[in-house]
C-alpha cells in the first residue's frame, strides 16, 4: 500500500535525541527548542520565534494576544482545519467564514471587505497547501480597518510571499510540524512575530502565566506568577528531532516540489482533456510541495476514484468538510455572503500520497494509475 503521508526522517534525529538524553535535561527552552528557533529566526527573516505543542496552541497564543472581547468578529475561510476557528472561540469570539478562491483555496481577498463589520478585530488567512494568500491586498485591508492579521501557515512552512516567508507578514504567525506537515516533531508548532511589544506576554502565556524566561535570562533573580497562561512549550527530545529535520530544509523542500512537479507535469494532459483541474501557484509565490490534490467533477467521481485507487494500492484523501456546515460552525459562526465555491470545490479535492521518503517510481504508479482511470 502506498501511504498518504508518512513522518519524515533525515538522518540525524536519533543522535539529536540521545544528546538531549544525555544532557539529562528534557523540560522545555532547552539547547535544541533554542537551536530551533535561532535557526527559523535566521532562515525565515523573522525577530521572534516560540516553539509551542502544536499549530493549535500556537493560534490559541495568537489569539490571547489579540486582546478579543466576547463578540468581537474574527474573519477567515471555512475551508479550514478546525483549529483556526476553534482558537478565537475560545475568546468569545464569533467567526464570519468568507468564500475561498477556487484556484487556490485560499481565502478570496475580493470579499473580505464586505464582510467587515464595526466588531470585526482579526483576519486569519490560511495558506492552504503552501501557496500563499494574496497578502499584500489582506495586510492593507487591515491598517485601513485597524485588524490584526494572523497567519495560519500550519502548512507553509518555508514557502515565499514575494520574498517574505509565510508565517512572517502579519502580527502573528502559525506554523505546525505536526506528522502530517513538511518538518515534523510529532505534535508540535511554532508562533512568530516581529514586534518587540509582544515579547513579554507572550512569554508569560507560553509559561503558565509566569515570568520564568526572563528569570532565565537572568533579568530577574525569582520568578513568579504575574498573568494568566497556559503550558504551551515542547519538550527538548520533540525539539531535538525537528532540529534534525529543520537543518534539512532545503532537502525536504527540494523532494516534495520533485514528487509535485512530477504530477503536475504527468497530469497535465488529464486537465487539457477538461478530466480534472489541477492546482494553481501564482508566479509572484513560492510554494513549498506541502500538498499535491486534484479536483474531479463532483462528490460521486471523487468517492469513485478513491476507492478505485485503494484497490490499486494507493491511499488518496479528501480534505476540509467547511466549518460552516459543522454542528460548531454553526453556533459560533456565520458565512457572509453567498457559498459559491467552499462546499462546491471542497467536495471534488482529492490529495495524492505526498512525503519525503515517497520514492519516485511510487509517484509514477499514482500518476499512471490516474491517467489510466476511465471514470472521470
Ligand atoms: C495542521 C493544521 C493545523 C493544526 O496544526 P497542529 O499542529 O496539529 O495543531 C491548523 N491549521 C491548518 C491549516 C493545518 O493544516
Not at 140 to 153: Q, T
Not at 275 to 287: A, F, G, T
Request: with cysteine; aromatic share 12%; proline share 3%.
Amino acid at each position: 500500500m502506498i501511504d498518504f503521508n508518512r513522518a519524515p526522517f533525515v538522518g540525524k534525529e536519533l543522535e539529536y535525541m540521545k544528546q538531549a538524553i544525555d544532557n539529562a535535561k528534557l523540560c522545555g527552552d532547552g539547547p535544541f527548542t533554542k537551536k530551533c528557533s535561532a535557526l527559523m529566526r535566521e532562515a525565515f527573516k523573522v525577530n521572534h520565534v516560540l516553539l509551542t505543542t502544536s499549530c493549535t496552541h500556537a493560534l490559541e497564543m495568537a489569539a490571547f494576544l489579540c486582546d478579543l472581547q466576547p463578540g468581537d468578529e474574527v474573519i477567515m475561510p471555512a475551508y479550514t482545519f478546525v483549529s483556526t476557528a476553534d482558537a478565537f472561540v475560545l475568546q468569545g469570539a464569533k467567526i464570519v467564514f468568507v468564500d475561498v478562491n477556487p484556484k487556490t483555496m485560499n481565502i478570496d481577498e475580493t470579499k473580505i471587505e464586505a464582510a467587515i463589520t464595526d466588531r470585526t478585530r482579526v483576519i486569519v488567512p490560511v495558506h492552504y497547501a503552501g501557496v500563499a494568500c494574496e497578502m499584500d491586498t489582506i495586510m492593507e485591508l487591515a491598517a485601513k480597518y485597524n485588524l490584526k492579521v494572523v497567519e495560519d501557515a500550519a502548512q507553509g512552512v518555508n514557502a515565499w510571499y514575494k520574498g517574505k516567508a509565510l508565517g512572517t507578514i502579519g502580527d502573528f504567525g502559525c506554523f505546525s510540524f505536526h506528522e502530517t506537515k513538511n518538518y515534523t516533531m510529532g505534535e508540535g508548532g511554532a508562533l512568530l512575530f516581529q514586534d518587540d511589544k509582544y515579547v513579554e506576554r507572550a512569554e508569560i502565556l507560553r509559561e503558565k502565566g509566569t515570568n520564568r524566561s526572563k528569570f532565565f535570562r537572568g533579568q530577574i533573580d525569582k520568578y513568579t506568577w504575574v498573568g494568566y497562561g497556559s503550558s504551551y512549550l515542547p519538550g527538548e527530545l520533540n525539539a531535538a528531532y525537528l532540529f534534525a529535520q529543520l537543518e534539512e530544509l532545503e532537502t525536504i523542500n527540494q523532494k516534495r516540489t520533485e514528487i509535485f512537479d512530477y504530477y503536475h507535469e504527468h497530469l497535465a494532459p488529464l486537465e487539457e482533456k477538461g478530466l480534472i483541474e489541477r492546482p494553481w501557484v501564482p508566479e509572484d509565490r513560492i510554494h513549498n510541495g506541502h500538498m499535491y490534490y486534484i479536483k474531479v467533477k463532483d462528490l460521486k467521481v471523487r468517492t469513485d476514484l478513491i476507492n478505485w485507487m485503494k484497490e490499486k494500492g494507493i491511499h488518496c484523501v479528501f480534505h476540509y468538510i467547511p466549518l460552516h456546515t459543522a454542528p460548531a460552525g454553526m453556533k459560533y459562526g456565520r458565512f457572509h455572503g453567498e457559498d459559491v465555491y467552499t462546499t462546491r470545490e471542497s467536495e471534488r479535492l482529492m490529495r495524492l500520497p505526498m512525503y519525503y521518503s515517497l520514492s519516485m517510481e511510487d509517484v509514477k504508479y499514482v500518476t499512471d494509475c490516474l491517467l489510466s482511470y476511465t471514470g472521470y
